[in-house]
């Protein structure tokens, strides 16, 4: 019985993220940028499938621009799981993408949290969020984040996580500028460049004015990586502007790029302006969708236990109940 149960695929969602806001500090010994972040996840999601085999660990992805072989974050994580934990299993790994790929959303980091997370329940290891979390930081600044999810701060590399009292509820709009941008590339853009960083701590202002209940801050927030990702990027300015105007125009709480691009993304209160918003993107012949964000409890109840007898929670991930961004006109690829 219990071989029968290991021996079914488990499915899952790695959600996106969005950074509502970015500040760079400093550079650090290791090579790695001191950051400040707030993360949050949203509804748009990769699809992942597990199925236990023999001992190869292997990779099938729908999207030609993912590696199928062991630089994927993916297989990186599960050899790594398998090293760590002592256990000889293989599994096969089937990746459908919807994440834009190299977008600043997470989507690889995500995958490699998903897979982590997956198979300490098919392998049956029990080590839990934070029992993954040393392999986690060890493949990437913001695996540890996809550990936790929800509306959370980002300190050191990104990867020390803490998830704040309040969680954010609003409708996302991403618009995808269809222009893949190395992470590595546009912090080394950053460090070139002679302005001198603020340091206003804006995210611990935004935080602060949140938690006293003086409505939400959003004006506060922005992104370090925003100008550097632009001056990599400089055939994008035109495209930014004319997303952020969309948005902003359409009454977006905030409208940022996420993380170092070149996804941007605005957030709403109001689910008709974000239905506009993105009809006005798709107009004008961007890629946009819409979705939700996703809290901390949404983000726990994926990777829940299966309650006996109910289809919910990881294995049964289809029944749509977080905000299934197939269902608000995600366009698909
Ligand atoms: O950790 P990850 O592989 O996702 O980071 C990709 C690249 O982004 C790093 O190689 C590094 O150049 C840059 N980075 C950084 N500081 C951070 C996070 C990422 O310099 N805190």
Same mark, same amino acid.
């Given at each position: 019985?219990?071989?029968?149960?290991?021996?079914?695929?488990?499915?899952?969602?790695?959600?996106?993220?969005?950074? *509502?806001?970015?500040?760079?500090?400093?550079?650090?010994?290791?090579?790695?940028?001191?950051?400040?972040? *707030?993360?949050?996840?949203?509804?748009?999601?990769? &699809?992942?499938?597990?199925?236990?085999?023999?001992?190869?660990?292997?990779?099938?992805?729908?999207?030609?621009?993912? $590696?199928? &072989?062991?630089?994927?974050?993916?297989?990186?994580?599960?050899?790594?799981?398998?090293?760590?934990? #002592?256990?000889?299993?293989?599994?096969?790994?089937?990746?459908?993408?919807?994440?834009?790929?190299?977008?600043?959303? /997470?989507?690889?980091?995500? @995958?490699?949290?998903?897979?982590?997370?997956?198979? &300490?329940?098919?392998?049956?290891?029990?080590?839990?969020?934070?029992?993954?979390?040393?392999?986690?930081?060890?493949? /990437?600044? &913001?695996?540890?984040?996809?550990?936790?999810? !929800?509306?959370?701060?980002?300190?050191?590399?990104?990867? =020390?996580?803490?998830?704040?009292?309040?969680?954010?509820?609003?409708?996302?709009?991403?618009?995808?500028? =269809?222009?893949? *941008?190395?992470?590595?590339?546009?912090?080394?853009?950053?460090?070139?460049?002679?302005?001198?960083?603020?340091?206003? @701590?804006?995210?611990?202002?935004?935080?602060?004015?949140?938690?006293?209940?003086?409505?939400?801050?959003?004006?506060?927030?922005? @992104?370090?990586?925003?100008? $550097?990702?632009? =001056? =990599?990027? $400089?055939?994008?300015?035109?495209?930014?502007?004319?997303?952020?105007?969309?948005?902003?125009?359409?009454?977006?709480?905030?409208?940022?790029?996420?993380?170092?691009?070149?996804?941007?993304?605005?957030?709403?209160?109001?689910?008709?302006?974000?239905?506009?918003?993105?009809?006005?993107?798709?107009?004008? !012949?961007?890629?946009?969708?819409?979705?939700?964000?996703?809290?901390?409890?949404?983000?726990?109840?994926?990777?829940?236990?299966?309650?006996?007898?109910?289809?919910?929670?990881?294995?049964? /991930?289809?029944? #749509?109940?977080? /905000?299934?961004?197939?269902?608000?006109?995600?366009?698909?690829?």
């Amino acid at each position: 019985m219990a071989a029968a149960a290991a021996r079914r695929p488990l499915h899952l969602r790695a959600h996106a993220k969005v950074n *509502l806001g970015l500040e760079v500090l400093g550079t650090r010994a290791d090579g790695y940028h001191e950051l400040r972040t *707030l993360f949050q996840t949203i509804s748009i999601h990769d &699809d992942i499938v597990l199925r236990a085999q023999g001992s190869e660990i292997t990779i099938r992805c729908d999207h030609p621009a993912v $590696p199928t &072989d062991e630089t994927n974050l993916a297989v990186r994580a599960a050899r790594d799981l398998r090293r760590f934990a #002592g256990v000889a299993h293989g599994v096969a790994i089937t990746l459908t993408k919807r994440i834009p790929v190299a977008g600043g959303l /997470g989507g690889g980091s995500s @995958n490699a949290a998903a897979v982590l997370m997956g198979l &300490d329940r098919l392998w049956r290891l029990g080590l839990g969020p934070a029992g993954l979390h040393p392999l986690a930081r060890r493949l /990437g600044a &913001d695996v540890p984040y996809f550990l936790l999810g !929800g509306t959370a701060l980002g300190l050191g590399r990104g990867d =020390e996580v803490y998830p704040l009292w309040r969680q954010l509820r609003a409708e996302v709009v991403v618009v995808d500028p =269809e222009r893949p *941008l190395s992470t590595a590339a546009v912090f080394r853009r950053l460090d070139a460049s002679l302005t001198a960083r603020d340091g206003t @701590n804006r995210i611990f202002r935004f935080i602060s004015s949140d938690l006293a209940g003086h409505g939400t801050a959003f004006p506060i927030l922005s @992104n370090d990586l925003e100008r $550097p990702a632009l =001056e =990599e990027a $400089p055939d994008l300015a035109a495209r930014v502007d004319l997303i952020r105007g969309i948005l902003i125009r359409e009454g977006a709480l905030m409208a940022s790029l996420s993380g170092s691009g070149a996804s941007y993304f605005g957030l709403f209160d109001d689910p008709s302006r974000a239905r506009k918003a993105q009809l006005r993107l798709v107009a004008r !012949g961007l890629k946009a969708w819409r979705g939700r964000t996703l809290s901390l409890d949404q983000y726990r109840r994926l990777w829940a236990p299966p309650a006996r007898g109910r289809a919910r929670g990881v294995g049964q /991930g289809r029944s #749509g109940q977080h /905000g299934d961004h197939r269902r608000q006109g995600h366009p698909g690829r």
